[in-house]
C-alpha cells in the first residue's frame, strides 16, 4: 500500500481518535489536530507509525493553512483529509442563542469549508486526495433540540458535493459520513443532558439513544472509521454521503 501524508481534525477523542489510529496502522503518516495538546499525545501514542501532534482551534480561519503549511515542510503535501471535529448542543428552537446557532455553525460548517478550501486545490494540482467529513445523520434529517447542529451538518453535505463535483476529474474524492450515535464522549455529553434536561434516569437515557438506531444499540467508532476507509479506497465514489447509522435513515 502508498503510504500517504493525512491529517486528521478531532484526533483527540472518539471517531478522529479511532481513524487516526486506524490510518496509522495502514502506513500512513498522520498530523494529528484538536484544541487539547495532551489528548492528541495519547492518540499519537496509540498510532504505530510516525505522528505530528498539532494543537489548534479549527474554528480559527488560518488554521488550515498554518496545520497544512507545517505539514508540508515535514512531509510534503497532505493526500488525506478527516474532518472529524465537530460537537453538539441541544436547545427548543425558542432557546436556541444567536451564539449557540453561530458557534454551531462556526465549528460544524465554516472550519470544514476552510479546511477543504485550503487542503483540496493542492491535492488536486498534484492528482490525488481523499477528503472525508463527518457529518452525521442529523445532516440528512432533523431531530428534535437540535435546529442548529442539524442546519451545520445538512449544510456540510451540501458543501461536500459541491466540492466533489468540481474536483471529480482531479483524482481528488471528497465524501461524508453520517452517523448515528456512536459510542463516544459526545455520546456520553447527549446522554447527561437528556438526564438533566428532561429529568430522566441515566438508564431510561440510554435506552432512548440505544433504541434510536433499529439495530438497538450505538455505532462503535471502528464502524465509522470502516466507512471512512471504504471511501479512501474507492476512487469510483465521490460526492456521497454514507449513512453508518444502524438502519434509521434509507436513502
Ligand atoms: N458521537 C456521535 O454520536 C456522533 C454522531 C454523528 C456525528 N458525529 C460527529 O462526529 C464528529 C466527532 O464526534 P465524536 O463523537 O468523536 O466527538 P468527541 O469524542 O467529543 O471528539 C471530538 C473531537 O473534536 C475536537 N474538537 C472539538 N472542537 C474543536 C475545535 N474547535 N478545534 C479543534 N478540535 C476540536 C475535540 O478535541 P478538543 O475539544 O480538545 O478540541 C475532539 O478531539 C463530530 O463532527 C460529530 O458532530 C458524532
Redesign the pocket.
Known sequence: MTSRVCVV?????????AAAIHLSGQGHRVAL????ES?LVSTAAECPGETLVLP????RPDSAGEILDTIAEKWGLTQILVA?????RSAKLDETTDSHWQSMLD??LTSVFQWLRAALPPMAANGWGRAIV?????GKRGFKHLSAYAAA?HGVIGLVRSAALELAHTGVTVNAVC????D????ERTIESIVAQAGWTRADALHHVNSLQPIGRMISTNEVVQALSALIDNAGMTGQSIHVDGGLVHG
Open positions: 481534525t478531532g484526533a483527540g477523542r472518539g471517531i478522529g481518535r489536530v484538536a484544541r487539547t489528548e489548534t482551534d479549527v474554528t472529524a471535529a465537530g460537537r453538539n465549528l460544524n463527518v457529518s452525521s445523520i442529523a451538518k452517523p448515528a450515535y456512536v463516544t464522549e459526545l455520546t
